[in-house]
């Protein structure tokens, strides 16, 4: 069955590590995304890319970092430099708005949960 | 800037019982309007998703509505089952930009208890 798979579901982090999220999906969506959940808040994006070997910053990059080298593939790292890494992490792909006129084929993961320890 | 807001915040029925859950959006230029169901611990899936010149749509038991002039929104639930109890997050999709450009609601927590 095609759709996006995140692991691990859970992860623990000490001060000052970096870890890594991983994003996988079969769908052959071109455009993959990752979000930011807290409790009472929205979802807020971090990073995206439209298409492989290339990403752009969401509206809270700071502390992060990711790569696209796969289009299956979009793994996220968070870095020491990311003081409030606590969160539930969900990564999202798609096919890109042009050619998918409102991204009705915008799917999640079933999400990472990050604790700093 | 571009918001989406819900109401409740949270919401407790009796099984069996119908409610409405709200949204209300200042996105703009508009293109379309989803509502997702999100179990706890699990990522969001799709329930409906209505373009600005559709008003209302139907998946089974979940039927949304739209009114753009207003930009309100709303979800019916209809005989809910205990299996509803999630959050329900309202996103709403301007019409220039990609997927990048989605505003997300913060949800309403519905529980459905017996």
């Known amino acids: 069955d095609g759709g996006i798979t995140q692991s691990p579901k859970y992860l623990f982090r000490k001060e000052g590590q970096n870890v890594t999220l991983s994003c996988e999906q079969n769908l052959n969506h071109d455009a993959m995304y990752w979000y930011r959940q807290d409790p009472g808040q929205g979802l807020r994006l971090i990073y995206y890319s439209q298409i492989v070997n290339d990403f752009q910053k969401g509206d809270i990059a700071e502390g992060y970092s990711v790569s696209r080298e796969k289009k299956e593939s979009f793994p996220l790292t968070v870095t020491s430099a990311q003081k409030n890494p606590t969160a539930f992490y969900l990564c999202a792909s798609s096919i890109p708005g042009s050619r998918d006129r409102g991204n009705y084929g915008y799917t999640f993961g079933s999400g990472t949960r990050l604790t700093v320890v | 800037k571009n918001q989406v807001e819900q109401s409740p915040q949270s919401l407790i029925i009796l099984e069996g019982k119908n409610c409405t859950l709200q949204?209300?959006?200042?996105?703009?230029?508009?293109?379309?309007l989803r509502w997702y169901k999100q179990d706890t611990g699990r990522g969001p899936v799709s329930l409906t998703i209505m373009t600005f010149s559709e008003n209302t749509k139907s998946n089974g038991r979940y039927t949304a509505t739209l009114d753009a002039d207003t930009k309100q929104s709303s979800l019916h639930i209809t005989a809910s089952q205990l299996s509803d109890s999630a959050s329900y997050i309202c996103?709403?999709?301007?019409?220039?930009?990609?997927?990048?450009?989605?505003?997300f609601g913060t949800g309403t927590q519905l529980k459905v208890e017996l």
């Open positions: 996103v709403v999709s301007p019409s220039t930009g990609g997927g990048n450009k989605l505003t």
């Open positions: 949204c209300n959006y200042t996105v703009s230029p508009f293109s379309n």
